[in-house]
């Protein structure tokens, strides 16, 4: 359960803080350029996810933490599942 929001608070802190560095765009480059080094890493996935998100893109976003839940079901997705329907 540590590691569980271990993850939660380095996602929203490197999402939250990516936001004042660079366009959503340029990251969600490096974001997927990321992915094509390491197509397998779940926590990878729902950072693209959340940019995903950010950018307004809610199927992209919802696709990734699909994808992320079915690499890793340790990657707990509901919540930023949640937040794409929230928005």
Known sequence: MKQLRLLFAWLW????????????????AAATAELEKNPADA?????RGELHREHRDWGAALADFGRAAKLD?????????????AD
């Open 13 to 28: 802190l490197s999402t939250n803080w990516a936001g004042a560095h660079g366009d959503v765009h340029e990251r969600l």
């Open 43 to 47: 926590v990878l996935l729902v950072r």
């Open 73 to 85: 079901a340790k990657v707990a997705t509901d919540f930023f599942k949640g937040r794409v329907l």
